[in-house]
Each structure stands twice: as structure tokens, then as C-alpha cells.
């Protein structure tokens, strides 16, 4: 999970993002499904995911894969603070992340107090997480305090950023970075894992 800085929230939400968490309360208890509203004839979820990109170099905000654009990893708005349950916070700014299908399905509506969230000011990679080389896993920081290694674990887990293939997606792509000539790491997925290898 690779640190980022948020830059200003796109206008639809400056100015609307209240309203909309109003309106979206309403709609959910009347047991309908979600949708991003429109603002001035643009598509909300557009406008949004086009403010996004730019934030992560068009990387998935919790396991880095890219290229999470239209035509390649599908991508999704991530609510960090499920829309379910924290209505008001569906079209905060702060609460919307850039995701890839899989992160987001492993997601879903769970949520802890304990995960950790990529932009925060105080979120530090390496303070939190290691490598296992070997295996391609992503681990808690052995070295931290039983609470700081809860956080990456749960972190770890709800996000499933050791499920399935990835520990060895994280392997193939180091071994492409090394045999590209002259690599260009934003070109790449699972920075924080490359840079750390090399
Ligand atoms: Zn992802």
C-alpha cells in the first residue's frame, strides 16, 4: 500500500457532497441500490475517477497493480468508510480511493477501526509492513508494537493482499522490471515491493 498525498476534491463534491450523503440516506432506506449522482451533466463517478487517477498514477490505492484505467483493470471508487453504513461520508472526498476489482471484492462492506488508510499524513510503509522476498507476501512489521502489526494485519487481510496469486504476481513483476531495459518504476505494478528488492 503504497503512500500517496490527496490533492483539492473535484467540484461535484466541494459542493455537493453533503446533499448527496442526505439524498443517498434517504434512497438506501428505501432499499434502493447505489448510484453516483450527476453535476452539471457530468457523470459524478467520472468526473471522480478522473481526479483519482493522477493520485496514484492510475494504481490500485491498496495493492498498486496498474493499469487500474478503462480497458484495463477495471477500476473502482473504493468507499474507505462503507457507503452501507456511513451515509454522510459517500461522497467525501477523503473517503474515495481508487481501486482495483479485485481489492474492492475482497472489501466489500467491511470495515475496522484498524486499517490503515494511504494518504493519511502519519502512514509510513515501511513502519507498518515488510516483504517476504522469498514468497512474494506482504507481512506486518515484526519489528513494531502488537498494535502497529494489528493494523497492517487487518489491513492485510480485509484489502486480501495476500490472496490468491498475488504474493506471486508481486515475484513475475520484479522479475519484468529486472529484465526491462532501463525501467520506468511508475510503468510498473507493486512499486513498494521492487523498490525494496533492489
Ligand atoms: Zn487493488
Not at 483519482?52 to 484495463?72: M, S
Not at 516483504?131 to 507476501?137: Q, R, V
Request: proline letters at 5%.
Amino acid at each position: 500500500m503504497r503512500k500517496f498525498e490527496r490533492k483539492a476534491a473535484p467540484e461535484c463534491l466541494r459542493v455537493n457532497a453533503k446533499k448527496y450523503g442526505k439524498r443517498w440516506k434517504i434512497r438506501h432506506s428505501k432499499g434502493k441500490n447505489w448510484n453516483w449522482y450527476e453535476y452539471q451533466n457530468q457523470q459524478n463517478e467520472v468526473v471522480i475517477l478522473d481526479t483519482l487517477y493522477p493520485l496514484t498514477q492510475n494504481h490500485c490505492a491498496f495493492c498498486d497493480i496498474q493499469k487500474v484505467i478503462k480497458g484495463q483493470i477495471r477500476p473502482t471508487i473504493e468507499h474507505f468508510y462503507p457507503k452501507e453504513k456511513y451515509h454522510f461520508l459517500a461522497y467525501r472526498w477523503n473517503n474515495l480511493f481508487l481501486c482495483c476489482d479485485s481489492c474492492q471484492s475482497y472489501k466489500l462492506a467491511k470495515f475496522s477501526r484498524k486499517l490503515l488508510k494511504p494518504d493519511s499524513l502519519a502512514y509510513d510503509f515501511d513502519k507498518y509492513f515488510m516483504f517476504d522476498f522469498e514468497t512474494g507476501e506482504i507481512k506486518p512489521n515484526e519489528s513494531q508494537s502488537l498494535h502497529t502489526q494489528a493494523r497492517a494485519a487487518e489491513t492485510i487481510k480485509i484489502y486480501g493482499l495476500n490472496k490468491d496469486s498475488r504474493p506471486q504476481a508481486r515475484l513475475n513483476e520484479l522479475e519484468y522490471y529486472i529484465i526491462t531495459p532501463f525501467p520506468t518504476l511508475v510503468d510498473f505494478s507493486y512499486r513498494d515491493f521492487i523498490e525494496r528488492a533492489m
